[in-house]
């Protein structure tokens, strides 16, 4: 099976360096015309899609809705199968934070997301014991990175694993959420290993091969970040922070 984990196109928050979450903020015209060109890249690689499942966060349903409708996947694109366990880390009331501002902020956990997620765990779990009982509502609560982690392995297992082997499937999320599964096509448990090679660029693809030996998942990682747009693109790509 071959499998191409997504990362969304760039959004308005993107570049003013907000924390986005589950918060629904759309592609902006740079996000929609760097998942045209990815997905005229494809088509020129010839890549087609059995199966594309997408968070249902409206940034990374349109990337795949854009990117199949400029490749040879024109039916696929009418046929995304949203799946909540596919949405970024909800990250509570850090959501819509200045990222540059969080990360100086020393009572915030967001300041070891990058640096440290083991400590952002460590943080966040501190937090939510602090605030037990409290009047904010769930949408202030974070979540644990260990528990983005038990949902994306949770699909993993749930959905893609039992597809057919000569399946080729798109995955379309978010940051943090790709290397969610990412950690678990590793093997990896420990959340200091997180980031691995890097956060995925915007529009970038991890491609990952999937062989199930006696019903043993058995995954080789075959590209960490392909890209399909070119190099003019790139230099006008956000910077990732």
């Given at each position: 099976?071959?499998?191409?984990?997504?990362?969304?196109?760039?959004?308005?928050?993107?570049?003013?360096?907000?924390?986005?979450?589950?918060?629904?903020?759309?592609?902006?015209?740079?996000?929609?015309?760097?998942?045209?060109?990815?997905?005229?890249?494809?088509?020129?690689?010839?890549?087609?899609?059995?199966?594309?499942?997408?968070?249902?966060?409206?940034?990374?349903?349109?990337?795949?809705?854009?990117?199949?409708?400029?490749?040879?996947?024109?039916?696929?694109?009418?046929?995304?199968?949203?799946?909540?366990?596919?949405?970024?880390?909800?990250?509570?009331?850090?959501?819509?934070?200045?990222?540059?501002?969080?990360?100086?902020?020393?009572?915030?956990?967001?300041?070891?997301?990058?640096?440290?997620?083991?400590?952002?765990?460590?943080?966040?779990?501190?937090?939510?014991?602090?605030?037990?009982?409290?009047?904010?509502?769930?949408?202030?609560?974070?979540?644990?990175?260990?528990?983005?982690?038990?949902?994306?392995?949770?699909?993993?297992t749930d959905i893609i694993e039992e597809l057919p082997e000569?399946?080729?499937?798109?995955?379309?999320?978010?940051?943090?959420?790709?290397?969610?599964?990412?950690?678990?096509?590793?093997g990896e448990s420990d959340l200091a290993k997180f980031w691995?090679?890097?956060?995925?660029?915007?529009?970038?693809?991890?491609?990952?091969?999937?062989?199930?030996?006696?019903?043993?998942?058995?995954?080789?990682?075959?590209?960490?970040?392909?890209?399909?747009?070119?190099?003019?693109?790139?230099?006008?790509?956000?910077?990732?922070l």
């Amino acid at each position: 099976m071959k499998i191409y984990i997504l990362r969304h196109g760039t959004t308005e928050w993107n570049n003013k360096h907000l924390i986005q979450g589950q918060t629904d903020i759309p592609l902006d015209d740079f996000g929609k015309l760097m998942a045209k060109e990815t997905g005229k890249g494809i088509k020129g690689k010839g890549i087609t899609f059995d199966k594309v499942y997408s968070s249902p966060l409206s940034r990374s349903y349109e990337t795949a809705k854009v990117i199949l409708e400029n490749s040879n996947n024109s039916k696929a694109a009418q046929n995304i199968i949203t799946d909540e366990r596919l949405k970024e880390l909800h990250f509570g009331f850090m959501d819509g934070g200045k990222v540059e501002e969080m990360q100086a902020d020393e009572s915030s956990p967001f300041r070891y997301f990058k640096s440290a997620p083991d400590k952002y765990e460590n943080a966040v779990y501190e937090w939510k014991h602090n605030n037990e009982g409290a009047s904010e509502s769930r949408t202030q609560t974070p979540e644990l990175l260990s528990e983005l982690c038990s949902r994306a392995k949770n699909f993993m297992t749930d959905i893609i694993e039992e597809l057919p082997e000569d399946s080729s499937v798109l995955i379309s999320t978010h940051g943090a959420l790709s290397k969610a599964l990412l950690m678990y096509i590793r093997g990896e448990s420990d959340l200091a290993k997180f980031w691995g090679d890097g956060l995925l660029p915007n529009c970038g693809i991890a491609i990952v091969e999937l062989t199930m030996h006696e019903k043993s998942p058995a995954y080789t990682i075959v590209d960490k970040a392909a890209t399909f747009y070119d190099d003019e693109l790139k230099k006008q790509a956000p910077k990732l922070l």
